[in-house]
């Protein structure tokens, strides 16, 4: 859990909107057991579900067509950046830069230059 909020600061909390968690191996749980209850079950699940919008999904190696579950899982990505407004996700340094750059006023001593996703500018980040 630890590790997670690690990597996670790293990225920045916007990363969350961003994400779908992808369970595996249903087949794995407990006979007659869904994926609802071992979530309800574990604290870190549902805190980490819980940070993901309870965006989630569920795939089960041994039991229905692959070809549907992975469908089913395009549709909840979809739905996902529905939901952020075709926003995509940007590293919180490239973000940054963005929005000092969206200011009407350049700040002093400084001068309005465009900058690329593909290139970022020189900077000490």
Known sequence: MEALKQHMDLIGERAW??????????????????????IGKEK???????????????????HGSPRTQVT????????????NGGDFYLPQVYHDIIESRTDSKPKQGMRKRRYSL???PDSKY
């Open 44 to 62: 870190a699940l549902q805190w980490l579900v819980k940070q993901c919008g309870g965006r989630y999904h569920v795939l089960n190696n041994a």
């Open 17 to 38: 909107r961003h994400t779908v968690l992808l369970f595996t191996c249903e087949e794995e749980l407990p006979r007659g057991s869904t994926i609802e209850e071992h």
């Open 72 to 83: 089913e899982l395009l549709e909840r990505i979809e739905e996902m950046v529905e939901e």
């Open 118 to 120: 593909d290139k970022p």
